[in-house]
């Protein structure tokens, strides 16, 4: 919802969030990249979310739910681990940037690894 928000809201949701002011100004310029990033961004956190809902059985089985769920556990949690290694490729990005959403990854990253653990019996 974040995401969609910042498209919705422009430059100064970006600009909370903490978005390299690159794309900060290039949102205010009216310019259509940064929207496709957001979208694009909130697409896959979308996908991954359903794949939760069918891992957790609220919604019906979509393919491959065992792999996927693996891997997007994984990428949660390497997210929140190497943003050290990853905000030099995004100097313009906000330390409160960097905390917040490594924070917010690594909680999603661990939730879903009980439930995978708890869910498929291995706890």
Avoid: Q
Avoid at 40 to 47: D, K, M, N, Q, R
Avoid at 83 to 97: C, H, I, M, V
């Amino acid at each position: 919802m974040a995401h969609l928000t910042c498209i919705l809201i422009g430059a100064p949701a970006y600009r909370f969030m903490g978005a390299g002011e690159r794309m900060i100004r290039v949102a205010e310029a009216g310019r259509l990249r940064p929207t496709l990033v957001t979208l694009t961004i909130a697409g896959v956190l979308l996908l991954w979310a359903a794949y939760a809902l069918s891992g957790a059985g609220i919604i019906g089985r979509l393919p491959m739910t065992k792999l996927a769920l693996s891997v997007i556990c994984s990428i949660y949690i390497a997210r929140a681990v190497a943003f050290p290694f990853l905000k030099p490729l995004f100097p313009g990005n906000s330390n409160t940037f960097w905390r917040v959403s490594s924070g917010i990854c690594g909680f999603i990253g661990l939730v879903h690894l009980y439930g995978m653990l708890s869910l498929w019996r291995v706890l």
